[in-house]
């Protein structure tokens, strides 16, 4: 039975400022029901606050509690010592929330998100503190991220010219790695066979849904499309086209 449901974000409850049809009342109706809902997000650069506050103008009711960032699990995973950061005030604010020390002298780690104020200098550093033997961490792995301007490049594009830089592979925090959905199973309390995990994205949240053990529902509301799914190297379990049929599939119509 199916007791907590894990979703994605933009492209899967919202599309950029506009709510993806059937979204919030399926919420809505899986709340009545008893469903725990959490709302997880690659995305580094908000905070909780910032998120639930869209969520909430766009009918889904949320708080704090009800997100989990890239950022969030980003802070806990380290869970301590000292960073040198590139990255937003989402970042900032969970690294300092875990008690995590800011510092470009000798830092145990190097974390690295989405940054809009990115300077070569600080990749210059993070450059030298990764070669000088700081942990190199990312984020999330995403190239690209979609703004009104278009798509700019994202923390994957940073990641790639440090990796391509140093040499060295960086640790992946969120989607498709598992880390943050084992992050999500723990928040809710329930176990991976008890939690449905709900994406656009066949190269990101379906992968990560299914490497931490969940069932995966690809929403065809965003990202992915019906024909991507031949090249998918993991498929989901259930694809719907909108809410109306995933509350079918559920139900197991």
Known sequence: ????????????????TEPVPGAADFVREARRQ????????????????????QLNDLGIESGPDDVLTA????????????????????????????????????PDCVVVGYDPDLTYEKLAQACLLILGGARFIGTNPDRIINTERGALPGTGSLLAALETATRVKPTIIGKPEPRIMTMALARMGLSPEQVLAVGDNLDTDIPAGSRAGMRTALMLTGVSTRADLAAAPVQPDWIAADYPTLTTLMNGG
Not at 1 to 16: A, E, H, Q, S
Not at 73 to 99: C, D, N, P, W
Request: net charge positive; glycine share 16%.
């Open 34 to 53: 008893g469903r725990r809902c959490l709302f997880v997000t690659n995305r580094a650069s908000r905070t909780p606050e910032t998120v639930c506050a």
């Open 1 to 16: 039975m199916i007791k907590g449901i894990v979703f994605d974000l933009d492209g899967t409850l919202y599309r950029g």
């Open 71 to 106: 950022a969030q699990a980003t802070a806990e995973y380290i869970g301590g010592g000292s960073v040198f950061m590139i990255g937003g005030e989402g970042l900032k604010r969970a690294l300092e929330q875990h008690g995590v020390r800011l510092t470009d002298h000798q």
